[in-house]
């Protein structure tokens, strides 16, 4: 039983420059969540997807940002022009349905450090 | 908007010892699920144990259990018998009952460590 799989693990990028990063759901996992947690806090809702549907976004997600799911498989998340801001982790986390106390299960996440 | 709050940052128990971390949330909702998630050091972050608001008895998993009073809205976790291999953060979550709002909200952590 293979988990969710994110890739890259660390990321190190110099402002201003595009990444992007993978994350591979549980098989048959139609719910693939990203969150993104900054040092010292908890993790934060970006957005998720219903297999290929992206069906919530949060403000967070600045106009930088860009996340897609185009088989409902893997999902990317991209972001543009990168700011020092942008410098956390990345989690991906994939649940099999929307109901009830169905757990959602994290990835090891992609560390992004913007230079 | 929901939030969550864990007022300890750190706490630290003697090993085999029993802990509890505190968690209280607001929320104008009545049906909602709590989470509680375990985050080693480098390593991804794990469910502990989850809890129905609409049940009224404590969720029970192995040396975890949970005290939740809904009308406080707290939701605590103890862990009995502490062991080396519960060193982690660990964060408190809520999530919303209604279908079409899945996402965790998670309270700051707490981290805990385990005293030889």
């Known amino acids: 039983d293979t988990g969710v799989s994110q890739d890259p693990r660390h990321k190190i990028t110099k402002r201003g420059q595009n990444v992007t990063f993978r994350c591979d759901p549980i098989?048959?996992?139609?719910?693939l969540y990203w969150y993104r947690q900054t040092l010292g806090q908890g993790p934060e809702f970006l957005t998720y997807?219903?297999?290929?549907?992206?069906?919530?976004k949060s403000r967070l997600l600045s106009d930088r940002f860009s996340a897609e799911r185009p088989k409902g498989s893997f999902s990317t998340l991209e972001i543009q022009r990168t700011e020092q801001g942008d410098s956390a982790m990345y989690l991906c986390?994939?649940?099999?349905?929307?109901?009830?106390?169905?757990?959602?299960?994290f990835g090891p996440g992609t560390r992004l450090t913007v230079l | 908007a929901q939030t969550v709050t864990q007022s300890q940052p750190e706490m630290s128990v003697q090993e085999a010892e029993t802990v509890t971390l505190s968690c209280t949330y607001d929320?104008?909702?009545?049906?909602?699920?709590l989470f509680w998630y375990k985050q080693p050091p480098s390593r991804q972050m794990i469910l502990v144990i989850r809890?129905?608001?609409?049940?009224?008895q404590n969720a029970t998993e192995n040396r975890f259990s949970v005290n939740f009073q809904k009308a406080a809205k707290s939701f605590s976790l103890k862990i009995s018998d502490s062991q080396l291999g519960d060193a982690a953060m660990y964060f408190c979550?809520?999530?919303?009952?209604?279908?079409?709002?899945?996402?965790?909200?998670f309270g700051t952590g707490t981290r805990l460590t385990i005293i030889p």
């Open positions: 986390a994939s649940s099999p349905k929307p109901t009830g106390t169905d757990t959602q299960y």
């Open positions: 098989s048959e996992h139609n719910r």
């Open positions: 997807f219903q297999n290929e549907a992206q069906l919530e």
């Open positions: 929320t104008s909702e009545s049906d909602y699920y």
């Open positions: 809890q129905e608001a609409y049940k009224q």
């Open positions: 979550a809520y999530r919303s009952e209604d279908f079409g709002n899945e996402k965790l909200t």
